[in-house]
Each structure stands twice: as structure tokens, then as C-alpha cells.
């Protein structure tokens, strides 16, 4: 059975952490993206992500697989929202299982930059004066490695941060 990777549905982070499982795991880290209320000085009231949903989701798998395979972890997982969010609604979630803390951290923040910057997933902001224009998501990381970060189909340039 395949595994939903984006959801139009609120992300059960429980379900996620396995925390009955992975008896040789010591470090477990989580991120959690949440939906804030302004961009770039603008006051942000919602938003909507869309996604060409069936290479988005092969992309978010491969980006999974790529990180247990670079890192050295059993567990990667990762789950996008699709649809109308409000503010604080949790917009996508990543949980790495590890022996060890430190690739546990290094492992999810690789997995949600390559996420960010690979899967084809469109932000779209809608603003408090009635506006609303699509955002480009990025990785947080000017170093990131471009083809670590983006194994597959896309690369891009971008100025704005999400």
C-alpha cells in the first residue's frame, strides 16, 4: 500500500512519529510548517497550495528514500497539505528517525529543503487587502547542493522566501 505524502486533509502528526517503532533509534526530529501571517511585510489572511499532485508525490518518495540513503536513517517521512489553510494550520511535516540526534537533524532539515525547492507544489498567499499572489517556496540553505536538493526534475532560481 503507497503511503499518502499530500494531503487535503489536517496532517495526524502522531501517526507519523512511530514512536513504537524503531526500537534502534535514540533521536527523533520533527518539523512542523505552519501557515504565519504575513510575507515579505504584507498581512497574509490565507492561503491555498495546489500541486501537480502525481509528480509532486513521486518527487516527495524519492526525496525520502535519497535522504535514509544519505543520512544513514530508517525512517523519513514526510507529508504536504493541498488546499485552503488558515493561519497556524500545519502546512507540511517531516519526522526522521536516527540512532543519533545530530543526522536526525541533518537528515529533516535536508528532507524539507528538498521538498521545498524539488516538489512541484504552488503556494498561492491571500492578502488582507484582497490580493493574492503565488510564492515561490525555497530551501533555507544557501548551501544547499543543488542536486542533492532537487534529485530529479526541477531546478530554479528564485528571490523570495516561503
Same mark, same amino acid.
Given at each position: 500500500?503507497?503511503?499518502?505524502?499530500?494531503?487535503?486533509?489536517?496532517?495526524?502528526?502522531?501517526?507519523?512519529?512511530?514512536?513504537?517503532?524503531?526500537?534502534?533509534?535514540? %533521536?527523533?526530529?520533527?518539523?512542523?510548517?505552519? #501557515? $504565519?501571517?504575513? !510575507?515579505?511585510?504584507? =498581512?497574509?489572511?490565507?492561503? &491555498?497550495?495546489?500541486?501537480?499532485?502525481?509528480?509532486?508525490?513521486?518527487?516527495?518518495?524519492?526525496?525520502?528514500?535519497?535522504?535514509?540513503?544519505?543520512?544513514?536513517?530508517?525512517?523519513?517521512?514526510?507529508?504536504?497539505r493541498l488546499g485552503d489553510?488558515?493561519? %497556524?494550520?500545519?502546512?507540511?511535516?517531516?519526522? #526522521? $528517525?536516527?540512532? !543519533?540526534?545530530?543526522? =536526525?537533524?541533518?537528515?529533516? &532539515?535536508?528532507?524539507?529543503?528538498?521538498?521545498?525547492?524539488?516538489?512541484?507544489?504552488?503556494?498561492?498567499?491571500?492578502?488582507?487587502?484582497?490580493?493574492?499572489?503565488?510564492?515561490?517556496?525555497?530551501?533555507?540553505?544557501?548551501?544547499?547542493?543543488?542536486?542533492?536538493?532537487?534529485?530529479?526534475?526541477?531546478?530554479?532560481?528564485?528571490?523570495? !522566501?516561503?
Amino acid at each position: 500500500m503507497e503511503r499518502h505524502v499530500l494531503s487535503d486533509h489536517p496532517i495526524a502528526i502522531d501517526a507519523l512519529l512511530e514512536l513504537d517503532a524503531h526500537p534502534e533509534c535514540g %533521536g527523533l526530529a520533527l518539523f512542523v510548517g505552519t #501557515v $504565519r501571517d504575513h !510575507h515579505e511585510g504584507r =498581512a497574509v489572511t490565507r492561503l &491555498r497550495y495546489t500541486a501537480h499532485e502525481a509528480l509532486a508525490g513521486k518527487i516527495i518518495r524519492e526525496v525520502e528514500q535519497a535522504t535514509r540513503d544519505r543520512f544513514g536513517v530508517p525512517y523519513v517521512r514526510i507529508v504536504h497539505r493541498l488546499g485552503d489553510l488558515a493561519i %497556524g494550520d500545519v502546512a507540511i511535516a517531516c519526522v #526522521v $528517525r536516527a540512532p !543519533h540526534r545530530a543526522e =536526525a537533524f541533518d537528515a529533516c &532539515r535536508h528532507a524539507v529543503d528538498a521538498v521545498k525547492h524539488g516538489a512541484p507544489i504552488w503556494k498561492e498567499e491571500f492578502y488582507a487587502d484582497g490580493s493574492s499572489a503565488f510564492v515561490e517556496g525555497c530551501c533555507i540553505r544557501d548551501d544547499l547542493d543543488a542536486d542533492a536538493a532537487a534529485p530529479l526534475h526541477h531546478r530554479h532560481t528564485h528571490a523570495s !522566501h516561503g
